[in-house]
């Protein structure tokens, strides 16, 4: 049984996490709409294919990390979680849990071929997507909490 100090600590983690992840979901959205004008997006903007061609990669390139590094969180923790609270109250009861069985399922179930062409999106984006993210959430977390 976790006592009240535990408790609130991972109440807090929570909402952290749940706050950096909006902040992620901004910056995804300002580099969406960068790769809009590339010439690769602009062929298929506004055709049926369109999410379908762009998710592609977006996934395949989660599909090859995991594949790739099997010492992740993912594979050593988040697939086996089987309980997890609900902290905020605009979600139904057992929401974040069916969340993260769908997740789980999603990225056990599915890959991509190893020949596959990244057109939409690459891994050097998305690292440089990942290293300018943990920087702006870095410098907006240290002006909340007025962290030198």
Excluded: C
């Excluded at 090859?64 to 089987?82: G, P, S, V």
């Amino acid at each position: 049984m976790q006592n009240e100090n535990e408790s609130v600590t991972d109440e807090f983690s929570y909402y952290l996490g749940y706050y950096i992840h909006l902040v992620t979901d901004e910056e995804w959205l300002k580099l969406l709409e960068r790769k809009k004008k590339e010439k690769a997006y602009q062929e298929i903007l506004n055709t049926p294919e369109y999410s379908r061609l762009v998710k592609r990669d977006w996934y395949g390139l989660d599909f090859l990390y995991l594949k790739n590094r099997k010492d992740n969180i993912f594979w050593e923790e988040f697939q086996y979680i089987t309980d997890f609270p609900e902290y905020l109250d605009i979600f139904p009861n057992g929401q974040t849990l069916k969340q993260i069985r769908n997740i789980t399922k999603f990225y056990q179930s599915s890959t991509i071929p190893d020949d596959h062409n990244f057109i939409y999106l690459n891994s050097k984006e998305v690292d440089v997507f990942i290293e300018d993210t943990v920087q702006i959430v870095s410098k907006i977390l240290k002006e909340k909490l007025k962290v030198a």
